[in-house]
């Protein structure tokens, strides 16, 4: 097989993988809706570019986290199905590296967003 093909075959496979993740994971359905609102947001507020990058990194490094949680999760279940101290390690661990991530992404949208939302609401009074 030729290098090229080698190469789009193994895009391919990993761009089922997160569509794949999009289709099953509640919590990466939420990452995407609230990625899309915040980018919306900083398109209508007229945010500084450096703060959109700002958001757009925080965004992914959110859902690549998610990614990497959802592989863990798999990985686990395929081992195991049965109740294992360590499954419970490797899966809470996982979902702590997402709640830190999480955590991250939430202070950046309030730095980015609290000032000029405040503007806006203060125009309107
Ligand atoms: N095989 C197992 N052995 C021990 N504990 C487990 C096992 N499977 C799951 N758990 C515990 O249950 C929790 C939830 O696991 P589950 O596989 O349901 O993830 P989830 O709820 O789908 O996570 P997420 O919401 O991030 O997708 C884990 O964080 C872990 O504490």
Redesign the pocket.
């Known amino acids: 097989m030729g290098e090229l093909k080698r190469l789009l075959r193994s895009f391919g496979h990993a761009i089922e993988g997160i569509i794949y993740t999009i289709k099953t994971?509640?919590?990466m359905q939420i990452h995407v809706g609230v990625a899309f609102l915040a980018l919306l947001l900083s398109w209508s507020l007229e945010i500084p570019w450096k703060h959109v990058l700002l958001v757009f990194f925080s965004i992914l490094f959110v859902m690549i986290l998610?990614l990497v949680?959802?592989a863990i999760?798999a990985t686990?279940?395929l081992i195991?199905?049965?109740?294992?101290?360590?499954?419970?390690v490797a899966?809470?661990v996982?979902?702590g590296a997402?709640l830190l991530g999480a955590a991250w992404a939430v202070v950046v949208g309030f730095y980015v967003f609290f000032e000029p939302l405040m503007n806006v609401l203060r125009n309107l009074i």
């Open positions: 994971q509640r919590n998610e949680n959802t999760e686990v279940d195991t199905v049965e109740f294992h101290p360590l499954a419970k899966k809470d996982a979902a997402v």
